[in-house]
């Protein structure tokens, strides 16, 4: 085979954003050079962050140029290697984007053990999302035993873990997620205490009836109507991680909302701990992480869900798609087999 494929940015979304946003092109392979190894693409991760990197606005990482390779992290095997460091047939983490194949120097690759756990994990439940709840929680939410934590999107692969590890630290954790089928998986499947659908036109009304004794750590992965829900149900001292703003994340312009004086008062006299972060902020945690999330989810005690969808042409209607809500688990595009 003498050609791959790869998605690129073909313009930048305005609102949300669309197929003609993107663009599938047919590309060669790359030939690895001297110290370089060819990948091979297996397994495609689609994750909320990325429509920040479709725009041009200031953020925490450089936008996608028009024209170039939508980025993503990715499991890929080596099918070629001019690099001691890994031979042809290793599985590895890498950051190779919407394409089939691409060329790394080997800098930032990690070697997967196919043998410990499925290799999709490794962007899943073992890789980014599960040390976002993991980091979020643990060193912002700090939960104590009996207090009460709020997880928004909690069907999602960072906020499904988030509540489990909330349940294993003694917290009371009550979800918050899209639907009648998510709402029975959170709470009939991961064991969280209680599950909202944020749809639901009486959320906050049934959110204060099951935080009856206020919200301790509030995971926001949401903003929007979810988070004016919990504002009012703060307790003193609450923690606020905040990882992700997907209501958001299509607003073509930035407006404080009518209730922002109101926040500003509550952080003043509830003495609110409100603070954003980034997975790679806490790096010098992923020992720890890897060491007690492998742990749990061999004993039973955290556990995951998929939802993959077919080959590289399917991730853009897939990420738009999650962009809505309609992934159940860990978005997942399956772009080649695990072995060739």
């Not at 479709?54 to 450089?62: E, F, I, L, T, V």
């Not at 009371?172 to 709470?187: E, L, N, P, S, T």
């Not at 009304?205 to 992965?221: M, Q, S, T």
Request: proline content about 6%; glycine content about 12%.
């Amino acid at each position: 085979m003498s050609q791959g494929k790869r998605i690129v940015l073909a313009s930048r979304p305005v609102g949300e954003p669309k197929s003609s946003d993107f663009r599938l092109e047919d590309c060669p392979i790359p030939t690895p050079g001297a110290g370089e190894v060819l990948l091979r693409t297996i397994w495609l991760s689609l994750d909320p962050y990325m429509r920040g990197r479709m725009s041009d606005g200031p953020s925490y990482a450089q936008p996608v140029p028009i024209g170039g390779v939508m980025e993503a992290g990715t499991v890929s095997e080596v099918i070629a290697s001019n690099n001691p460091g890994f031979a042809k047939g290793d599985i590895v983490l890498s950051r190779a984007g919407w394409q089939t194949h691409a060329v790394s120097d080997g800098k930032g690759l990690a070697k997967i053990d196919p043998d410990i756990a499925p290799i999709s994990t490794t962007v899943g439940v073992l890789g980014m999302p599960g040390m976002t709840a993991y980091t979020g929680l643990l060193d912002i939410g700090k939960p104590q035993a009996g207090e009460t934590v709020v997880v928004a999107a909690a069907s999602g692969a960072v906020g499904s873990a988030v509540g489990q590890i909330a349940k294993i630290k003694g917290a009371r954790a009550v979800g918050i997620a899209g639907g009648k089928d998510k709402c029975a998986y959170v709470k009939n499947e991961l064991g969280f205490d209680e599950c909202l659908d944020h749809r639901d036109p009486d959320l906050a009304a049934k959110l204060k009836d099951a935080c009856p004794k206020g919200i301790d750590v509030y995971f926001e992965n949401v903003g929007g109507a979810v988070f004016e829900a919990v504002f009012p149900l703060l307790n003193a001292f609450a923690r606020v991680p905040v990882c992700g703003l997907i209501a958001h994340y299509n607003d073509t312009q930035a407006v404080a909302p009518k209730w922002a004086p109101s926040l500003m008062r509550a952080v003043l006299t509830k003495r609110l701990t409100i603070r954003g972060f980034i997975v790679s902020d806490f790096a010098a945690r992923h020992g720890d992480f890897l060491r007690d999330m492998s742990a749990w989810v061999r004993e039973g005690k955290v556990k995951h869900k998929e939802f993959v969808t077919e080959g590289l042409e399917s991730a853009p209607a897939a990420f738009m798609g999650l962009l809505k809500g309609a992934n159940f688990g860990k978005q997942l595009v399956r772009v080649g087999p695990d072995k060739t």
